[in-house]
């Protein structure tokens, strides 16, 4: 699917959850569990530091033994974060999940972070086309549409 990631942010909305690096991770987790999130960008001054996920939680904190009250979300988050543009198709974004198996992508558009799109939003934004598509052919079909 050819349609730009800019296309799927315009229906999701601007919303942006982030939290600051020396935040506790136990913070962190009560700001992704208060807004039903699985991830959240840490923001340094208004610029992206890094992304910090369930998967971090779980292998960084829990599975490396870490107090979560006490250790700050730069010491466990993922610093060298994967970025997409504005422009970057839905099937670009769904390929780079496969790849690098990841689960969210910032967008990042002239160096600024305008989003934070996941692998949910990229799947249903297609299951939707899909659904679209086979409603049309189906009417297209029964002579709803002149040929």
Known sequence: MNT????????????????TPTMTVAAAV???????????????????????????VLRRVVGAGVDPNTTSV????????LTVTSETTIDQALALFTEKRCRHLPVVTDGRLIGLVSIGDTTRWMAEAHRAEAEHLKNYIAGGFPA
């Open 4 to 19: 730009p990631i800019s296309a799927l942010l315009e229906r999701k909305g601007a919303v942006l959850h982030s939290v």
């Open 30 to 56: 009560a700001e992704m569990n208060r807004n039903r999130v699985g991830a959240v960008v840490v923001l340094d001054g208004g610029r992206l530091a890094g992304i910090f996920t369930e998967r971090d």
């Open 74 to 81: 730069s010491a466990v988050m993922t610093g060298n974060v």
